[in-house]
């Protein structure tokens, strides 16, 4: 119990400091060798080299953070390829035109949701300072929007994930103010916070 107070406290610090400033182990390279993170949530961007992907991919966090993150791009045979190795915990990527880095408690909660298991009982954080194009706010399979998914777009944002998450005391509602902390995917396993952060890093919003 000690411990998951200590991990809830350094999640709402985290977001205070990050709030403040702009206006968690690194998944290992044997965990993503072995298919953890599946083909279809991952799109390559065509036309970039390895260089341009890295750059762009490394725009999700701030500098802070990718300064030492590492970088991962899925191949199209489903393969993951490291174009560098993470020094702090977390990896960066482009999912589906989204840029986002993980560090690897996040990246076992997504990779539950997509393989439709129970995810982890861990505390874990995501940067997604260039925003996202858009997520049913009830479905976690949905891929685009439709007439009753409630379909959000939040802007530059960071998410939590695990028991912090449920514990923050945000609003559950399905349509969510994107605006403002809400709990996406609220009465499924797979919710997690999404926090809102004011314009996100200069650098994270070219695309």
Known sequence: MRGFTRSLLIAVSLFAIFSFAVAQDQMSKDQMSKGKMPHKMAAKKAGLSDAQYSSQALTAAPKAISKEAGVVRMQEDGSTKTLRDSKNGFNCMIILGNTMCADSNSMEFFNAMMKKQNPPDKLGI????????????????????????????????IMI??????????PDSADADPTKPYLMWANTPYAHAMIPVAGGAPHAMAH
């Open 126 to 157: 995501s940067y997604m300072l260039g925003g996202d194009k858009g997520a049913s706010n009830t479905d976690p399979t949905a891929t685009k929007k439709t007439a009753d998914n409630h379909w959000v777009v939040t802007g530059p944002h």
């Open 161 to 170: 994930v695990g028991p912090a998450a449920k514990q923050l005391g945000i």
